[in-house]
């Protein structure tokens, strides 16, 4: 997994590439929690250049939405992968999350 | 468990239980179903069902273990394939391999979940002696 994060409208961007697995969620999970205790409004997790993520990368998206619920703060999906999106059906969470196509569109929802 | 005597062979892996080890596991499975057939949609799927099966293994079967294998069988049977693993870990508690209330959203749990929903079945079970575990998983591919 390679990871970025950058600012956006008070938001945190956290872009993942690659293979969100076991071997690098227990990090991801800790850098969403970090974004989340270091934003203004919220975290926003792009996973357009996602090849794969499995039930430990989902949960570290679910402990990263629940904290952000619990603070106030938002949270949301940008860009979501084909191969990211069928494992977010899987686990019938593509409803659950805010899924957006770009930024731009997640900014104009607020 | 062995497999049955009609059933070809397509791989056997014996892998150190780590979690970098699981890109290795996606890879060879993802290639061993697509010669044996499988359309892509359909490989994906099953990648993600033998990929949550080892991490069970690694996260939790060896959870308080430093180190440990396990070995992951593919076998062809006509329309059907089985894929077998056995850790050596102590027993697991089988009464907790159970796919769990999507309703109730919160982090972990969902490995068994998506066996459960892309393989057209699957069991689990302890090893004769008094160490170790097997999952057998099928699906038919036709």
Redesign the interface.
């Known amino acids: 997994m390679k990871y970025n994060e950058r600012e956006e409208s008070g938001y945190k961007l956290v872009e993942m590439s690659g ?1 969100v ?3 690098c969620s227990p990090q991801a999970r800790k850098q969403i929690l970090a974004c989340l205790d270091n934003c203004d409004v919220g975290v926003l997790v792009d996973l357009s250049q996602v090849n ?1 993520i ?3 990368g ?3 998206l ?2 990263g ?2 904290t952000a619920k619990k603070n106030n703060l938002n949270f949301g999906l940008i860009g979501v992968s084909d ?1 990211a999106m ?2 977010l059906q ?4 593509d409803t ?1 999350f805010p899924i957006h196509e770009t930024v731009d569109d997640r900014l104009q929802a607020d | 468990m062995q497999p049955n005597i009609d059933q070809e062979l397509l791989f056997n892996l014996k892998l150190p239980a780590e979690a970098d080890r699981l890109a290795l596991v996606r890879s060879v499975v993802q290639r061993a179903i697509e010669n044996a057939g499988c359309d892509n949609e359909l490989a994906q799927k099953i990648v993600i069902a033998v990929n949550e099966a080892c991490m069970n293994i690694i996260q939790h079967a060896y959870k308080d273990i430093k180190k440990g294998e396990f070995e992951l069988e593919l076998t062809r049977d006509k329309d059907s394939l089985y894929f077998r693993l056995i850790d050596h870990a102590p027993h697991i508690d089988l009464e907790k391999v159970k796919p769990r209330d999507l309703d109730d959203i919160r982090p972990g749990g969902l490995g068994i979940h998506f066996i459960n929903e892309i393989m057209d079945d699957f069991k689990i079970g302890h090893l004769d002696n008094d160490k170790g575990n097997y999952m057998e998983m099928r699906i038919n591919i036709d």
């Open positions: 293979d697995d076991l071997s794969y499995d039930s430990s989902i949960a570290s679910v402990e939405y629940q191969a069928n494992v899987l686990a019938r969470l659950v």
